[in-house]
């Protein structure tokens, strides 16, 4: 784990509209906003914020194939060379027989598959520390967090004064995270 600080600029917004317009005028001026924390799920934010499409799809979809393709390949293994039994008279290998085996494994391996991406790309697991830039983004308001390194080309003072006009609730704060 890296022990390197990262200084942050916080405002704090009382209301969703507000929030919106401000993430507009403040990417128009140029600066790069590390993220906004908000109490609910604000549709379209992430559009607002520029964020690209997710990939995740095409993991998932991946994953899904290759827990098909292992099931009727184990199946086909199993029942066809290692372990041939004639049941009811069915052929050793009967593909309809390995429908419900190949339709749990490709669920199975979809979805842990899903999860371990989702954790691996968004840098989550054991040991990882929450970081919380304002409590109250879990109640009542919305929180922007502008990580001051990555917008060099602005001081802390513009920065503090864009905001300051897009609508913040209360003084924007400085917090080392």
Request: net charge negative.
């Amino acid at each position: 784990m890296s022990d390197t600080k990262k200084n942050f600029l916080v405002g704090v917004f009382d209301e969703e509209s507000v929030l919106i317009d401000a993430v507009h005028k403040i990417r128009e001026k140029g600066v790069k906003i590390h993220e906004v924390y908000t109490p609910y799920p604000v549709h379209d934010l992430d559009v607002h914020l520029g964020y690209k499409r997710t990939r995740l799809a095409r993991a998932a979809f991946l994953f899904a194939i290759t827990g098909t393709t292992l099931a009727i390949l184990m199946q086909t293994y199993m029942l066809g060379f290692a372990w041939p039994m004639i049941i009811g008279g069915k052929d050793f290998i009967a593909v309809p027989d390995f429908v419900p085996v190949t339709f749990e494994a490709t669920i199975l391996i979809g979805s842990l598959g899903m999860v371990a991406t989702f954790l691996i790309s968004n840098g989550l697991g054991p040991g990882k520390q929450a970081v919380m830039f304002d409590p109250r983004s879990t109640d009542d308001k919305y929180v922007m967090a502008i990580e001051l390194e990555n917008n060099k080309k602005f001081t802390k003072e513009q920065i503090t004064q864009i905001l300051m006009e897009s609508g913040v609730s209360e003084k924007p704060q400085e917090k080392e995270v």
